[in-house]
């Protein structure tokens, strides 16, 4: 995350929204473990928000990938923002779509991956564009064999 450029708005906004899609099941145990990566580019409150809090449900599609030891790749592409009721001075509404895939060792079933879009809130924290407030809807897919 230190290599990322936090003097951009949309930079910003796509690098924490892919790094929220990118697992590894070997290292993390729940789908909320990619926000400890993020926490440079996003504020402690957005992620509590966003997230819950911290819990250890996982959904289907998590257990399925980690029973196949997976990782993910994610994609992002940004897309037009809707009107946002909220914005302050300096605050920019950025609207990113994340794609993800699943790889595994060849043979094991992953989930197909999965789209998100996303919303995120971005505005000068400390000297730094920063995350501070993003909303994502997933839409999930079904299972099928890595090659």
Same mark, same amino acid.
């Given at each position: 995350?230190?290599?990322?450029?936090?003097?951009?708005?949309?930079?910003?906004?796509?690098?924490?929204?892919?790094?929220?899609? !990118?697992? +590894?099941?070997?290292?993390?145990?729940?789908?909320? +473990?990619?926000?400890?990566? !993020?926490?440079?580019? =996003?504020?402690?409150?957005?992620?509590?928000?966003?997230?819950?809090?911290?819990?250890?449900?996982?959904?289907?599609?998590?257990? $399925?990938? $980690?029973?196949?030891?997976?990782?993910? *790749?994610?994609?992002?592409?940004? =897309?037009?923002?809707? &009107? @946002?009721?909220?914005?302050?001075?300096?605050?920019?509404?950025?609207?990113?779509?994340?794609?993800?895939?699943? @790889?595994?060792? &060849?043979?094991?079933?992953?989930? &197909?991956?999965?789209?998100?879009?996303?919303?995120?809130?971005?505005?000068? !924290? +400390?000297?730094? &564009?920063?995350?501070?407030?993003? @909303?994502?809807? +997933?839409?999930?897919?079904?299972?099928?064999? *890595?090659?």
């Amino acid at each position: 995350m230190s290599t990322v450029d936090r003097s951009s708005k949309e930079v910003v906004a796509i690098e924490a929204m892919r790094a929220l899609a !990118v697992w +590894d099941t070997t290292q993390d145990t729940t789908p909320s +473990d990619a926000s400890t990566r !993020v926490q440079e580019l =996003v504020t402690q409150e957005a992620l509590e928000w966003s997230t819950g809090g911290s819990g250890s449900w996982a959904p289907m599609w998590w257990r $399925q990938a $980690q029973a196949a030891g997976a990782w993910s *790749s994610a994609d992002t592409e940004v =897309v037009p923002t809707m &009107e @946002h009721g909220e914005t302050r001075e300096g605050m920019e509404w950025i609207s990113v779509e994340v794609t993800w895939a699943w @790889h595994a060792a &060849e043979g094991e079933v992953v989930p &197909e991956g999965g789209t998100r879009a996303c919303t995120a809130a971005v505005e000068e !924290v +400390d000297g730094q &564009e920063t995350v501070t407030a993003y @909303h994502c809807e +997933d839409q999930e897919a079904a299972p099928s064999e *890595s090659s």
